[in-house]
């Protein structure tokens, strides 16, 4: 398993933004998740995949967030904007090797990192 590594995390007054990162994505099939509430089921938020980089968003941050990755694949990003406390969680990036879909659930998922943690205060 490749162990992924996300950075950028931190808090913000509500209405800020914060651009999240995640080195040795690697593969063109990556995913962001988040947390609210530690040993719950992770929340799929955005996903990227396909040669052309097709993105799909979780409603509740469809207009507000932005998945992207560079050039080389091997940095996945997460443009979070208007963010509000319901924002607020340990936000993850995953990755799958072969065969994306972009599904926005954890088992379509190899590769984890260790999460960040995003703080939205009022």
């Known amino acids: 398993q490749v162990q992924l590594l996300e950075s950028g995390g931190g808090s913000v007054q509500t209405g800020g933004s914060l651009r999240l990162s995640c080195a040795t994505y690697g593969h063109g099939c990556g995913a962001w998740f988040r947390q609210q509430v530690p040993g719950k089921e992770r929340e799929g938020v955005a996903?990227?995949?396909?040669?052309?980089?097709?993105?799909r968003y979780a409603d509740s941050v469809r207009a507000r967030f932005n998945i992207s990755q560079d050039n080389a694949k091997s940095t996945l990003y997460l443009e979070m904007n208007d963010l509000t406390p319901d924002d607020t969680a340990m936000y993850y990036c995953?990755?799958?090797?072969?065969?994306?879909?972009?599904?926005?659930?954890?088992?379509?998922?190899?590769?984890w990192g260790q999460g960040t943690q995003v703080t939205v205060v009022s």
């Open positions: 996903s990227i995949f396909g040669d052309d980089a097709r993105t």
């Open positions: 995953a990755a799958r090797r072969t065969d994306c879909g972009g599904f926005l659930w954890e088992s379509h998922y190899d590769d």
